[in-house]
């Protein structure tokens, strides 16, 4: 054994998990050669072998160096450097298949050595198993794939973690384009919650996009949210606003009301009369209510007394017709006779309602009447009539999100107002997570055909503390989804301003890279694995390479990602403040060392009214132009 090229030292110290090991004398720093093949000696991260018998332990390189000397020799020894730390990790038959945990640890004496790319293809080669998927492959070792298991990546939640300009979003779509290969997953569903329009590009050949605007030339759909489909506090939250408890419950029973004659103009599969609830998805017009709302407030009456005995008094032209009936669907109210109470004339009385409510109905109605709602209060085909009767039911919008002939469902939620974005957020992932969990024994349910939502820019809104509709949502699934088969990405470049609790149900993690010293604390607090010395290196990875670490890897493996071609790559590249240049000057568009241009800012003021960033100006190519060029 003392001829073993691979030897690298013999243990001498056991604590828990952490071993310290003295390099053999003969043992060269630097880079050795083993049956052809390069090995850096001593770098952090990298991995080692204990033998025990039929077994051998498995375990990452932490320290290296006069740091690494256990503290009970670093008084006789102030200038020794030949150790190392490692945390071990795992264990494995000997040609056998690798398993984390560890049955036994290793004692005084025991050797230590390299893992070669023999070793690494036991840990990690197995990509002839269907159910892992290869993302990239090991920064240490080009020819060696790294694989993810599926089951665990997407049950056990996951995050996606760096700061700015480190590949995270190419990352995330190198991860949806592995995870929605339509040879090996053909079933596969996912949802992408896109805050700023950055994926349609990068997966078009496999998403279907829905968005407030969309480009039908690009065949996209209209994003709609239908109102009725939220609940009772959902509905108040993002219509009403803050109400006492003596409005909310007349709203409430208001709302009851509408549906139970809904309900009775149409069956509904599922519900009736005994079982119905304020927050049972049944359709109902808010048109409706807030007509009736509006009159119950504002009208006028020619008769005093209790609200049966009280008729409206509505204003009359030279004809002796009303002015104004008003319209519920256009939001048009009626006009009602001013109140008068002179001797001679005809007494106009005020409404005798209770109700304070003035300022909510009128904030509602300002909603309605703003087309930037429309996709809320105008929601196509689930648009409910002043009876409550739609076109379609949410069976059909399901459909759509969920079981379309796409892997991809991509919800682009660029259009949606700021003042609502995070409680949407929320509802949409509660109606999604309602559908699967009451569905979970069903063929379309989760437990047959799990589902795996990515929620990009997710710090700003799940963050600590935070009480909103959406971090409600996502603590719900991460705790409770991996039974019924929903899964969670978390995407973010600052998870220290995500909650704890949160992160910490996260089974896996693509730490890349972090500068923030608080981020890095976060992320290796939420690790499941006692890995310091390896996720300090965080701030030192390159661009698109990520530590893996959890339950979807084997072992934690630092990987260069697979990034999808540049054309199919997310809209979020830095944009070029100079632009290469060839023989012509620059090859790019755009740039500052371009000569400068007159510019056409009526464009831009036109784009910026219409919020739709693509002007019908720019001609954009397809893929048949580009290729017969």
Known sequence: MANDPTLLGTVQDVKGFTVSVALEYDTSIGLAFIKGHG????????????????????????????????????????????WMTIQLIGE????????????????????????????????????EEPNFVKVGHLASAESIAALIDIDKLITRHSAVVGTTGAGKSTTVAGLLVSLSDKYLYPSARIIVLDIHG??????????????????????????YIPYWAMTFDELVSVTFGTLDDA?????????????????AETNRAGVTESNLTVDTPVPFSIHKLWFDLHCLVNATHTVSGGQSEQTAALLLDEKNKPVQLGDPLKVIPPKFRPQTQASGAEKIYLSKNTLNIRRSFESLASKMRDPRFDFLFRPGVWLPEVNGQTDEDLDSLLEQWVGGPEPIAILDLSGIPPSVLTDLIGILLRIIYDSLFWSR?????????????????????????DTGQAALAVRRIVKEGRKYGIGAMIVSQRPAEIDTTILSQCGTIFAMRLSNTIDRAHVTGAATDNLEGLLSMLPVLKTGEAIIIGEAVNLPVRTLIDPPPKERRPDSSDPLVYTPTGLDGPTGPGGWNRNREKGDYAEVVAVWRKQEPRSPRIIIETEEEVINK
């Open 39 to 82: 090995y850096r000696i001593g770098q952090l991260g990298s991995f080692v072998r204990i033998p025990m018998g039929y077994v051998d332990l498995f375990g990452i390189v932490s320290q290296v160096g006069a740091s690494a000397v256990p503290e009970r020799l670093a008084e006789i020894m102030p200038q020794g450097n030949r």
């Open 92 to 127: 494995g038959q000997r040609r056998g298949n690798f398993n984390r945990g560890v049955s036994q640890y290793p004692t005084i004496g025991d050797q230590v050595h390299l893992v070669t790319e023999q070793d690494l293809v036991r840990i990690y080669g197995r990509p």
């Open 198 to 223: 950055e994926y349609s590009a990068a997966l078009k050949d496999r998403a279907t996009v829905f968005r407030i605007n969309p480009n039908k030339k690009n065949n996209e759909r209209p994003l």
């Open 247 to 263: 409005n909310r419950g007349a709203i409430l029973e208001k709302i009851t009301e509408l549906k139970l004659s809904a309900l």
């Open 441 to 465: 024994n069903l063929s379309e349910g989760g437990r047959e055909r799990p589902l795996l939502l990515v929620l990009e820019e997710a710090h700003a809104y799940l963050g600590k503390g």
